[in-house]
């Protein structure tokens, strides 16, 4: 079946240093959604991507779908200690009912030192 | 606030009870989703509803069962459990079932058994 796996599962950076999360599906996929969850909290969506080569902003995170639309990265730059959480991609899978699931990547867990 | 509520937001019960978990969602979507986060697992889909009918059971154990009996409202009946289902239940909406709907997460039922 489908998988989504990411790298690094843990990553500890100190503040102000960048930090970049790859998502690698074994399938090619249609689109892909990035989730945040602070410690104790809940997926937050962050972005979704549609296009093969995509790059999306938002502040100081950068996100990036591959050519060959199987793999995506998010890029955060200078981190700060409110970027601490674990970091989710989740790609569609169609069922025979039409209707769609997202299959959520293994995470990677951001810890920021100050 | 994500407009999706869950109650309660703990719970310890007996593997001989049975309690249900509460979802509400404010925002007028029409898809439900109840997934499964152990700690060392990711994210796992188990029940998918779309317009109030129930379009996937993800090979879930028959000790969990859902009910939604409108759109606005989902519930997750639990009896006999096990130690192993110990974990945060989270309840999502989206739009619709679609793949390019984003999901808004619950702030999730941390459930223990004993």
């Known amino acids: 079946g489908q998988q989504v796996m990411q790298i690094p599962q843990y990553q500890h950076v100190q503040e102000g240093e960048d930090f970049t999360t790859y998502c690698n599906s074994s399938?090619?996929?249609?689109?892909i959604q990035w989730y945040k969850q602070r410690p104790g909290g809940h997926p937050v969506f962050l972005i979704q991507?549609?296009?093969?080569?995509e790059v999306k902003k938002q502040k100081r995170l950068t996100f990036q779908f591959g050519e060959a639309k199987k793999n995506s990265s998010l890029h955060i730059t200078a981190t700060q200690t409110t970027d601490v959480g674990t970091y989710f991609c989740a790609g569609p899978l169609r069922f025979t009912s039409g209707t769609y699931k997202y299959i959520f990547g293994t995470g990677t867990r951001l810890k920021v030192l100050a | 606030e994500t407009g999706v509520t869950q109650t309660p937001r703990h719970l310890v019960m007996g593997m001989t009870n049975k309690k249900s978990l509460k979802c509400e969602q404010h925002?007028?979507?029409?898809?439900m989703y109840w997934y499964k986060q152990s700690a060392k697992k990711p994210l796992e889909l188990m029940f998918v509803y779309n317009f109030k009918e129930q379009t996937e059971n993800n090979s879930v154990p028959s000790r969990f069962s859902p009910e939604c009996p409108n759109s606005s409202h989902l519930f997750l009946h639990l009896h006999t459990l096990q130690p192993e289902d110990s974990a945060l239940y989270l309840c999502a909406s989206s739009q619709d079932g679609g793949r390019n709907t984003e999901a808004f997460f619950g702030q999730g039922t941390r459930l223990t058994v004993v």
């Open positions: 925002l007028g979507h029409n898809a």
């Open positions: 399938t090619t996929l249609s689109n």
């Open positions: 991507l549609v296009k093969s080569g």
